[in-house]
């Protein structure tokens, strides 16, 4: 064992990080959420006969979708805010960090267990949504051959056809993923020097919040013409360390059947990787020089 | 010069008590080295910065003045973790693995794979008798089983180097002794050993050298026999002895004009009176 050199970047060491820590999210039984997810969408479906089928369509997406935001982003503030906590009070940092690991390639590996459960569960949720909608899509066709005149069968369903699967569902579902991932990244910083886990997710959903509203403000504050100098600078820094997260909402744009830029898009998931990026970058220096 | 296995210089630890103005001394300038194949022993009472000193060298923890070494590579690198097990003190692992998936992420950390770790990881789980505990989880092991699978995974990349803190803690008599002899058997294969404990009977029987912390200071330092010998003294166990012989020996000594300081039947140690009542007589 004397003769081997120590790699300073060992995607091995981070492999089996990340996989113990998405193996310690399973075994807690975290993808037990999943659940909640199919009885969402079991029971928006319960609804729907009132509504034209492009309504149908509309709220199914609607629901599905904002569902879909709001738990990879639960899942991925929660299950990342325990990680690092955890480790230090059960010492079991001590054991890893005691192994020629770096402690970059600690954090690297977290975050990329924690990235791992949230591609899983996007995945799981994004085909039980498929399903859902095809469902639907099914039911409404049934209903349309019964209730049109047959010649103008074939037009209408093409056009239920046209209003289920739009392509743009596509960038709808990378862009939920990547706000999640850029708050597993962010998470993980805060937890690095938050004394407990429940500053950290306060403190994440503040984030949150505030990425939320940002653009909102800043349109209201900019409109309304009287920004002062100081104002500007202060809504300047708020949108350099808070990522504008209207960017990442295409719900809206998704349920009225808009088309999404190509290029915004891809500006988009760009600025998601770079802060995650960034945040973990900040999570290394300031975890490099933790007393644990 | 030889190279030394730890080396600890003029060391210093300070920890700051948060919202006070005080601050806890763990560690006052503290010098010393262990040579390869040594078994060293860190004595000190609770508190007096054994803990702290381990965790140093491992680089778990940084040093406020001075610097600590493991074979020639400062404890500030990575590198330097190559080449030594540690077991923390209580010892705490993922309650969600079991005993051989344990072994197998610290041996991923170590950079085993494949066969080699496969072969690694039964070996050492035979080493400290797990092998039926293997499938469980740790959520489920006793305090000494722990401490045991603690030690495993110390071991899991042969390191030249173990430093253990308090292997014995919470382990009963019999474990205890499996330790010692584990230990013993580490020396024979010219593993350098660190280990603090509180068992002072078991430090007597393993340590080849020991120092000793009292408030973070290193007050005593050196070879455990010339420690502890006293050189004016000698002990004379006799097995089937008459009375006569006794009184001869009595008249002799005082005819020499030495002096006897003490006279008792030896008694069997309790640890030993455990171990015998305790065995499986099989
Ligand atoms: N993280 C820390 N923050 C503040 N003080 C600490 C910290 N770790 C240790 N200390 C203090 O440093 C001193 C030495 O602690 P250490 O754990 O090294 O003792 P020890 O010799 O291992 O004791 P024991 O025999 O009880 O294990 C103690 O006074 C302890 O309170
Ligand atoms: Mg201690």
Partial sequence: ?292 | MAEHAISIRNLTKVFPIPFRRERVVAVRDLSLDVEPGQVYGLLGPNGSGKSTTMKIVLGLVPPTAGSTQIFGRDSSFVESREEVGFLPENPYFYKFLTGEETLRFFGKLCGLRGAKLRERTNELLALVRLENARDRRLGGYSKGMLQRIGLAQALIQNPRLLVLDEPTAGVDPAGSREIRDLILDFKKRGITVLLCSHLLGQVQEICDRIGILHQGVLVREGRLEELISIENQTELILENSTPELLRQIEADIAKSGARIVEMRKPQTTLERFFLEVTSDKK
Avoid at chain 1, 45 to 53: L, Q
């Fill in chain 1, 1 to 292: 064992m004397t003769a081997t050199a120590h790699k300073f970047f060992s995607p091995a060491r981070i492999g089996a990080i990340a996989s113990n820590t998405l193996l310690e999210l399973v075994r807690l039984k975290v993808f037990y959420f999943l659940l909640i997810f199919a009885l969402i969408m079991i029971g928006s479906s319960a609804f729907m006969v009132r509504f034209t089928f492009a309504e149908q369509f509309q709220v199914l997406k609607d629901v599905s979708l904002g569902a879909m935001s709001i738990f990879t982003w639960l899942l991925s503030v929660l299950a990342t805010a325990m990680l690092l906590p955890k480790d230090i009070e059960d010492r079991t940092l001590y054991t890893i960090l005691a192994k020629p690991v770096p402690r970059l390639e600690y954090l690297l590996g977290k975050l990329i267990g924690v990235l791992l459960l949230l591609l899983v569960s996007t995945l799981v949720m994004s085909a039980m949504f498929a399903i859902a909608l095809y469902l639907r899509q099914q039911t409404v066709i049934a209903e349309t051959m019964r209730t049109t005149p047959p010649e103008q069968v074939a037009e209408a369903i093409r056009n239920i056809k046209a209003s289920t699967f739009t392509i743009n569902l596509v960038p709808g579902v990378i862009t939920i993923y990547l706000k999640a991932a850029l708050f597993a990244s962010l998470t993980l910083f805060i937890s690095t020097y938050a004394s407990s886990w429940i500053f950290t997710i306060l403190i994440s959903v503040a984030v949150y919040i505030i990425g939320h509203l940002q653009s909102t403000a800043r349109d209201y504050w900019l409109a309304s013409g009287d920004a002062g100098a100081l104002t500007k600078i202060f809504l300047a820094i708020v949108s350099l360390i808070f990522p504008d997260l209207q960017l990442f909402n295409l719900i809206d744009d998704i349920v009225a059947g808009n088309a999404i830029a190509m290029a915004m898009f891809l500006k988009t998931c760009g600025l998601g990787v770079l802060y995650a990026c960034i945040y973990l970058l900040v999570a290394y220096f300031v975890f490099a020089n933790k007393e644990l």
